[in-house]
């Protein structure tokens, strides 16, 4: 699965926070293919999104906090009724559109990984 790439690119080496880690970012990598897959809805990714990074925030590496405070921050963002002109402007989405771009940032962050594996 594509996720398996990503979340190679989120642990890092260090073994210590590797293990740290890794229930955490199952955890939240499990929640959005589950979204993306469309087997859960906005608001039942809010809820559990939030709660896991919530719990684990400021604990774990910088890139892994940064990634998924990213995913957060468009969270925020992303409305589940009709936008309007002026809230597009400020950089409010769908859940719809916050699905396609959710796929392109993972897909992306896969595919860097897979790319830093093969360049040797």
Same mark, same amino acid.
């Given at each position: 699965?594509?996720?398996?790439?990503?979340?190679?690119?989120?642990?890092?080496?260090?073994?210590?926070?590797?293990?740290?880690?890794?229930?955490?970012?199952?955890?939240?990598?499990? &929640? !959005?293919?589950?979204?993306? /897959? $469309? @087997?859960? +809805? =906005?608001?039942?990714?809010?809820?559990?999104?939030?709660?896991?990074?919530?719990?684990?925030?400021?604990?774990?590496?910088?890139?892994?906090?940064?990634?998924?405070?990213?995913?957060?921050?468009?969270?925020?963002?992303? &409305? !589940?009724?009709?936008?309007? /002109? $002026? @809230?597009? +402007? =400020?950089?409010?989405?769908?859940?719809?559109?916050?699905?396609?771009?959710?796929?392109?940032?993972?897909?992306?962050?896969?595919?860097?990984?897979?790319?830093?594996?093969?360049?040797?």
């Amino acid at each position: 699965m594509w996720l398996g790439g990503l979340k190679k690119i989120i642990i890092g080496t260090n073994k210590n926070e590797k293990l740290m880690n890794e229930k955490f970012i199952n955890e939240l990598l499990q &929640s !959005l293919n589950s979204y993306i /897959k $469309e @087997e859960i +809805s =906005f608001s039942t990714l809010e809820t559990i999104f939030y709660d896991v990074f919530v719990e684990y925030e400021g604990r774990v590496e910088e890139s892994t906090d940064n990634f998924f405070s990213d995913i957060c921050e468009k969270m925020d963002y992303t &409305s !589940l009724g009709i936008i309007t /002109k $002026e @809230e597009k +402007s =400020f950089g409010w989405v769908t859940d719809v559109e916050f699905r396609i771009w959710l796929r392109k940032t993972l897909s992306y962050r896969a595919n860097l990984s897979r790319e830093s594996n093969t360049i040797k």
